[in-house]
Protein backbone atom coordinates (compact mmCIF):
# COMPACT_ATOMS: atom_id res chain seq x y z
CA UNK A 1 0.00 0.00 0.00
CA UNK A 2 0.59 3.77 -0.23
CA UNK A 3 0.62 6.21 1.77
CA UNK A 4 -2.10 6.54 4.25
CA UNK A 5 -5.50 8.76 3.76
CA UNK A 6 -7.61 9.68 7.01
CA UNK A 7 -11.51 9.72 7.33
CA UNK A 8 -12.54 11.32 10.80
CA UNK A 9 -15.94 9.31 10.43
CA UNK A 10 -16.80 6.02 9.85
CA UNK A 11 -20.39 6.50 8.75
CA UNK A 12 -20.30 8.73 6.01
CA UNK A 13 -21.84 8.07 2.48
CA UNK A 14 -20.17 4.73 1.23
CA UNK A 15 -18.59 6.06 -2.08
CA UNK A 16 -16.29 7.62 0.17
CA UNK A 17 -14.64 4.65 1.23
CA UNK A 18 -15.19 2.19 -1.84
CA UNK A 19 -13.49 5.25 -4.53
CA UNK A 20 -10.64 5.54 -1.93
CA UNK A 21 -10.06 1.33 -1.82
CA UNK A 22 -9.69 1.33 -5.16
CA UNK A 23 -6.26 3.41 -4.87
CA UNK A 24 -2.70 2.63 -3.71
CA UNK A 25 -3.57 4.18 -0.12
CA UNK A 26 -3.66 2.78 3.37
CA UNK A 27 -6.84 3.71 4.78
CA UNK A 28 -7.45 5.12 8.26
CA UNK A 29 -10.87 5.86 10.00
CA UNK A 30 -12.03 7.50 13.26
CA UNK A 31 -15.24 4.92 14.18
CA UNK A 32 -15.94 6.79 18.22
CA UNK A 33 -19.42 7.03 18.74
CA UNK A 34 -20.75 10.34 19.53
CA UNK A 35 -23.19 12.40 22.13
CA UNK A 36 -26.23 12.39 20.24
CA UNK A 37 -28.21 12.60 17.04
CA UNK A 38 -26.27 9.66 15.65
CA UNK A 39 -23.29 12.03 14.86
CA UNK A 40 -19.85 10.53 15.23
CA UNK A 41 -17.26 12.02 17.78
CA UNK A 42 -14.11 14.07 15.92
CA UNK A 43 -11.24 12.05 16.62
CA UNK A 44 -9.09 13.65 19.78
CA UNK A 45 -5.94 15.81 19.17
CA UNK A 46 -3.53 12.57 19.50
CA UNK A 47 -5.14 11.40 16.84
CA UNK A 48 -5.24 14.34 14.31
CA UNK A 49 -1.47 14.94 15.18
CA UNK A 50 -0.47 12.02 14.15
CA UNK A 51 -2.42 12.27 11.22
CA UNK A 52 -0.93 15.44 10.25
CA UNK A 53 2.30 13.72 10.46
CA UNK A 54 1.81 10.49 9.11
CA UNK A 55 -1.06 10.86 6.15
CA UNK A 56 -1.06 13.05 2.68
CA UNK A 57 -4.69 13.44 2.76
CA UNK A 58 -7.78 13.90 5.20
CA UNK A 59 -11.14 13.66 4.56
CA UNK A 60 -13.24 15.70 7.84
CA UNK A 61 -16.36 17.07 8.56
CA UNK A 62 -18.03 19.68 10.85
CA UNK A 63 -17.13 19.26 14.25
CA UNK A 64 -13.46 18.52 13.02
CA UNK A 65 -11.45 21.50 14.85
CA UNK A 66 -8.65 22.37 12.79
CA UNK A 67 -6.85 25.08 13.93
CA UNK A 68 -2.76 26.84 13.50
CA UNK A 69 -1.53 24.70 16.16
CA UNK A 70 -2.59 21.41 14.70
CA UNK A 71 -1.72 22.73 11.45
CA UNK A 72 1.47 23.48 13.02
CA UNK A 73 2.09 19.83 13.55
CA UNK A 74 1.49 18.96 9.83
CA UNK A 75 5.00 17.18 7.96
CA UNK A 76 3.03 14.97 4.91
CA UNK A 77 -0.25 15.91 4.97
CA UNK A 78 -1.26 17.60 1.21
CA UNK A 79 -4.67 18.07 0.83
CA UNK A 80 -7.61 18.34 3.52
CA UNK A 81 -10.92 17.90 2.27
CA UNK A 82 -14.01 18.93 4.26
CA UNK A 83 -17.35 17.23 3.66
CA UNK A 84 -19.13 20.27 4.17
CA UNK A 85 -19.03 24.27 2.20
CA UNK A 86 -18.29 25.61 5.09
CA UNK A 87 -14.75 25.63 6.39
CA UNK A 88 -14.93 27.97 8.86
CA UNK A 89 -13.80 24.80 11.37
CA UNK A 90 -10.36 24.69 9.39
CA UNK A 91 -7.93 28.02 10.14
CA UNK A 92 -7.69 28.04 5.94
CA UNK A 93 -4.97 31.21 6.19
CA UNK A 94 -2.99 28.72 8.25
CA UNK A 95 -3.30 25.95 6.21
CA UNK A 96 -2.33 27.82 2.94
CA UNK A 97 0.83 29.08 4.78
CA UNK A 98 1.76 25.40 5.05
CA UNK A 99 0.97 24.61 1.14
CA UNK A 100 -1.58 22.38 2.57
CA UNK A 101 -4.91 22.42 0.29
CA UNK A 102 -8.31 22.69 1.73
CA UNK A 103 -11.12 21.70 -0.44
CA UNK A 104 -15.03 21.48 -0.16
CA UNK A 105 -18.31 20.93 -1.21
CA UNK A 106 -20.49 23.73 -2.34
CA UNK A 107 -23.55 24.10 -4.69
CA UNK A 108 -24.48 20.79 -4.32
CA UNK A 109 -26.30 21.76 -1.10
CA UNK A 110 -28.17 24.79 -1.80
CA UNK A 111 -31.49 23.98 -2.72
CA UNK A 112 -31.58 21.21 0.13
CA UNK A 113 -30.63 24.36 2.84
CA UNK A 114 -33.11 26.88 0.65
CA UNK A 115 -35.77 23.73 1.29
CA UNK A 116 -35.02 24.09 4.86
CA UNK A 117 -34.94 27.69 5.39
CA UNK A 118 -38.36 28.00 3.36
CA UNK A 119 -39.73 25.22 5.53
CA UNK A 120 -38.80 27.05 8.80
CA UNK A 121 -40.02 30.54 7.60
CA UNK A 122 -43.36 28.36 7.04
CA UNK A 123 -43.43 26.49 10.06
CA UNK A 124 -42.85 29.67 11.82
CA UNK A 125 -45.22 32.09 10.69
CA UNK A 126 -47.86 29.39 10.06
CA UNK A 127 -46.92 27.92 14.57
CA UNK A 128 -46.47 24.26 12.73
CA UNK A 129 -44.42 22.92 15.35
CA UNK A 130 -46.20 24.26 18.77
CA UNK A 131 -49.38 23.34 17.08
CA UNK A 132 -48.10 19.76 16.71
CA UNK A 133 -46.68 19.57 20.57
CA UNK A 134 -50.61 20.83 21.20
CA UNK A 135 -51.95 18.82 19.05
CA UNK A 136 -49.85 15.38 21.20
CA UNK A 137 -50.37 17.10 24.37
CA UNK A 138 -54.37 17.32 23.90
CA UNK A 139 -57.26 19.43 25.11
CA UNK A 140 -55.73 22.87 26.01
CA UNK A 141 -55.71 24.83 23.22
CA UNK A 142 -57.58 27.72 25.26
CA UNK A 143 -54.36 28.67 26.35
CA UNK A 144 -53.46 29.29 23.00
CA UNK A 145 -56.27 30.52 21.27
CA UNK A 146 -56.71 29.87 17.88
CA UNK A 147 -52.98 29.54 16.87
CA UNK A 148 -53.52 32.56 14.32
CA UNK A 149 -50.09 33.12 12.26
CA UNK A 150 -48.57 35.47 10.11
CA UNK A 151 -49.57 35.29 6.03
CA UNK A 152 -47.01 34.23 4.41
CA UNK A 153 -47.76 35.52 1.07
CA UNK A 154 -47.50 39.63 0.80
CA UNK A 155 -45.05 39.05 3.63
CA UNK A 156 -41.44 40.78 3.50
CA UNK A 157 -38.36 38.37 3.20
CA UNK A 158 -35.25 40.03 4.19
CA UNK A 159 -32.17 37.96 3.38
CA UNK A 160 -28.68 38.30 4.74
CA UNK A 161 -25.84 37.40 2.47
CA UNK A 162 -26.81 36.96 -0.83
CA UNK A 163 -24.87 33.68 -2.07
CA UNK A 164 -25.95 30.49 -3.60
CA UNK A 165 -28.19 29.64 -0.86
CA UNK A 166 -29.96 33.12 -0.48
CA UNK A 167 -30.57 33.37 -3.96
CA UNK A 168 -32.15 29.83 -4.30
CA UNK A 169 -34.45 31.08 -1.06
CA UNK A 170 -35.49 34.16 -3.07
CA UNK A 171 -36.15 31.96 -5.85
CA UNK A 172 -38.65 30.18 -3.62
CA UNK A 173 -39.91 33.30 -2.02
CA UNK A 174 -40.97 34.59 -5.11
CA UNK A 175 -43.15 31.50 -5.79
CA UNK A 176 -44.64 32.29 -2.42
CA UNK A 177 -45.81 35.48 -3.54
CA UNK A 178 -43.26 37.41 -0.83
CA UNK A 179 -41.71 40.69 -1.06
CA UNK A 180 -37.75 39.89 -1.12
CA UNK A 181 -35.20 42.64 -0.17
CA UNK A 182 -31.58 41.74 0.70
CA UNK A 183 -28.78 43.33 2.02
CA UNK A 184 -24.92 41.23 1.22
CA UNK A 185 -21.53 42.11 0.98
CA UNK A 186 -21.39 42.25 -2.58
CA UNK A 187 -24.37 43.80 -4.11
CA UNK A 188 -25.88 42.01 -6.96
CA UNK A 189 -27.43 43.62 -9.47
CA UNK A 190 -27.64 41.07 -11.94
CA UNK A 191 -30.17 38.52 -9.35
CA UNK A 192 -31.79 41.98 -8.31
CA UNK A 193 -33.21 42.03 -12.02
CA UNK A 194 -33.74 38.29 -12.48
CA UNK A 195 -36.07 37.98 -9.69
CA UNK A 196 -37.40 41.36 -9.31
CA UNK A 197 -35.92 41.55 -5.13
CA UNK A 198 -34.02 44.51 -4.35
CA UNK A 199 -31.15 45.53 -2.00
CA UNK A 200 -31.03 47.61 1.03
CA UNK A 201 -28.72 48.12 3.78
CA UNK A 202 -28.45 45.38 6.63
CA UNK A 203 -30.44 48.20 8.98
CA UNK A 204 -33.37 48.75 6.52
CA UNK A 205 -33.07 44.58 5.88
CA UNK A 206 -33.76 44.29 9.78
CA UNK A 207 -35.98 46.65 10.04
CA UNK A 208 -38.31 46.22 6.65
CA UNK A 209 -39.08 42.72 6.71
CA UNK A 210 -41.31 40.27 8.15
CA UNK A 211 -38.87 37.34 8.01
CA UNK A 212 -35.63 37.94 8.02
CA UNK A 213 -33.35 34.27 7.07
CA UNK A 214 -29.99 34.54 7.72
CA UNK A 215 -27.78 32.61 4.92
CA UNK A 216 -24.34 34.82 4.76
CA UNK A 217 -21.11 32.67 5.19
CA UNK A 218 -19.26 32.45 8.83
CA UNK A 219 -15.92 34.86 8.84
CA UNK A 220 -14.46 36.55 11.78
CA UNK A 221 -16.26 39.60 10.09
CA UNK A 222 -19.06 37.84 10.41
CA UNK A 223 -19.40 36.89 13.99
CA UNK A 224 -22.33 38.17 15.81
CA UNK A 225 -23.12 40.27 13.02
CA UNK A 226 -26.49 40.15 14.10
CA UNK A 227 -26.22 41.81 17.65
CA UNK A 228 -28.25 43.14 20.64
CA UNK A 229 -28.63 46.61 18.39
CA UNK A 230 -29.37 44.85 15.00
CA UNK A 231 -32.06 42.58 16.55
CA UNK A 232 -33.51 45.68 18.47
CA UNK A 233 -34.09 47.13 14.59
CA UNK A 234 -36.57 44.32 13.92
CA UNK A 235 -39.97 44.53 13.94
CA UNK A 236 -42.10 43.14 17.32
CA UNK A 237 -44.11 41.01 14.35
CA UNK A 238 -40.97 39.43 13.02
CA UNK A 239 -39.25 36.64 12.77
CA UNK A 240 -35.67 35.34 12.71
CA UNK A 241 -34.44 32.21 10.74
CA UNK A 242 -30.39 31.26 11.31
CA UNK A 243 -29.43 28.58 8.16
CA UNK A 244 -25.73 29.83 8.09
CA UNK A 245 -23.92 29.68 11.27
CA UNK A 246 -24.56 29.87 14.76
CA UNK A 247 -22.00 32.67 15.49
CA UNK A 248 -23.16 34.71 13.11
CA UNK A 249 -26.13 35.84 15.57
CA UNK A 250 -25.00 36.80 19.10
CA UNK A 251 -27.20 34.06 21.40
CA UNK A 252 -27.26 36.26 24.22
CA UNK A 253 -28.71 38.32 22.86
CA UNK A 254 -31.41 36.99 20.67
CA UNK A 255 -32.57 34.82 24.09
CA UNK A 256 -32.91 38.86 25.94
CA UNK A 257 -34.81 39.46 22.48
CA UNK A 258 -37.27 36.55 23.05
CA UNK A 259 -37.80 36.96 26.70
CA UNK A 260 -38.71 40.83 26.21
CA UNK A 261 -40.62 40.22 23.31
CA UNK A 262 -38.69 42.44 20.52
CA UNK A 263 -39.08 39.60 18.10
CA UNK A 264 -42.21 37.62 17.27
CA UNK A 265 -39.88 34.44 17.07
CA UNK A 266 -36.90 32.58 15.83
CA UNK A 267 -36.00 29.44 13.88
CA UNK A 268 -32.35 28.30 14.38
CA UNK A 269 -31.02 25.20 12.90
CA UNK A 270 -27.44 26.42 13.61
CA UNK A 271 -26.03 26.97 17.06
CA UNK A 272 -23.20 28.62 18.64
CA UNK A 273 -22.53 25.65 20.87
CA UNK A 274 -23.59 22.20 18.97
CA UNK A 275 -24.98 20.23 19.75
CA UNK A 276 -27.29 22.56 21.60
CA UNK A 277 -27.56 21.19 25.46
CA UNK A 278 -31.56 20.64 25.83
CA UNK A 279 -31.89 22.65 28.50
CA UNK A 280 -30.57 25.78 27.02
CA UNK A 281 -32.87 28.57 27.60
CA UNK A 282 -33.38 28.89 24.07
CA UNK A 283 -35.58 25.40 24.11
CA UNK A 284 -38.12 27.21 26.40
CA UNK A 285 -39.62 29.29 24.14
CA UNK A 286 -43.02 27.99 22.01
CA UNK A 287 -42.05 30.62 19.79
CA UNK A 288 -38.80 29.17 18.74
CA UNK A 289 -38.28 26.11 16.36
CA UNK A 290 -35.28 24.09 16.77
CA UNK A 291 -33.31 22.14 14.18
CA UNK A 292 -30.06 19.99 14.72
CA UNK A 293 -27.47 21.35 12.06
CA UNK A 294 -29.93 19.39 8.97
CA UNK A 295 -29.77 21.84 6.14
CA UNK A 296 -27.96 19.70 3.70
CA UNK A 297 -29.32 16.47 5.34
CA UNK A 298 -31.07 14.80 2.49
CA UNK A 299 -30.11 11.66 0.75
CA UNK A 300 -29.28 12.57 -2.16
CA UNK A 301 -27.03 15.79 -1.04
CA UNK A 302 -25.31 14.08 1.37
CA UNK A 303 -24.69 11.47 -1.81
CA UNK A 304 -23.22 13.85 -3.95
CA UNK A 305 -21.62 16.17 -1.32
CA UNK A 306 -19.53 12.56 -0.34
CA UNK A 307 -19.00 12.01 -4.17
CA UNK A 308 -17.60 15.35 -4.22
CA UNK A 309 -15.35 15.54 -1.30
CA UNK A 310 -13.50 12.40 -2.47
CA UNK A 311 -13.09 13.45 -5.30
CA UNK A 312 -11.64 16.52 -4.51
CA UNK A 313 -9.09 14.54 -2.43
CA UNK A 314 -8.19 12.04 -5.04
CA UNK A 315 -7.40 14.52 -7.85
CA UNK A 316 -5.21 16.83 -5.53
CA UNK A 317 -3.67 13.09 -4.54
CA UNK A 318 -2.85 12.69 -8.25
CA UNK A 319 -1.52 15.92 -8.85
CA UNK A 320 -5.03 17.51 -10.43
CA UNK A 321 -7.03 20.32 -9.75
CA UNK A 322 -9.70 19.50 -7.02
CA UNK A 323 -13.16 20.53 -8.14
CA UNK A 324 -13.62 23.01 -5.44
CA UNK A 325 -10.82 24.35 -3.41
CA UNK A 326 -11.72 26.92 -0.39
CA UNK A 327 -7.97 28.17 -1.00
CA UNK A 328 -6.59 28.75 -4.59
CA UNK A 329 -4.02 31.08 -3.66
CA UNK A 330 -2.12 27.36 -1.98
CA UNK A 331 -1.57 26.33 -5.62
CA UNK A 332 1.07 29.22 -6.23
CA UNK A 333 2.17 28.44 -2.20
CA UNK A 334 2.88 24.35 -2.93
CA UNK A 335 2.23 23.51 -6.85
CA UNK A 336 0.27 20.12 -7.76
CA UNK A 337 1.92 17.09 -7.27
CA UNK A 338 0.77 13.53 -8.19
CA UNK A 339 1.27 11.44 -4.42
CA UNK A 340 -0.14 8.33 -5.48
C1 LIG B 1 -23.17 22.70 6.54
O1 LIG B 1 -23.38 23.47 7.42
C2 LIG B 1 -22.01 22.70 5.71
O2 LIG B 1 -21.11 23.55 5.91
O3 LIG B 1 -21.92 21.84 4.83
C1 LIG C 1 -23.67 29.34 4.21
O1 LIG C 1 -22.96 28.63 4.92
C2 LIG C 1 -23.22 30.11 3.05
O2 LIG C 1 -22.11 29.85 2.57
O3 LIG C 1 -23.97 31.00 2.58
Not at 47 to 64: E, P, R, S
Request: charge should be neutral; include cysteine.
Amino acid sequence: VGPCVFISRSNLPSIIYTELNKLPVEIRMWKETGPMWGKQASPPREVWIDVFKNCVGAIVTLGDVIDRSLLNEAEKLFVISTYSVGVDHIDVKAATEKGIYVTHTPEVLVEAVADLAMGLLIALGRKIVLGDRLVRIGGIYDKWGWLLGTEIHNATLGIVGLGNIGTALARRAKAFDMKVIYWSRTRKPHIEFALGIEYRPLESVLSESDFVVITIAATPETRHLINEERIRLMKKTAYLINVARGDIVDTNALVKALKEGWIAGAALDVFEEEPLPSTHELTKFDNVVLTPHIGSATYETRERMAEIAVRNLINVLMGKRPLYLANPEVLSIRPLQALI
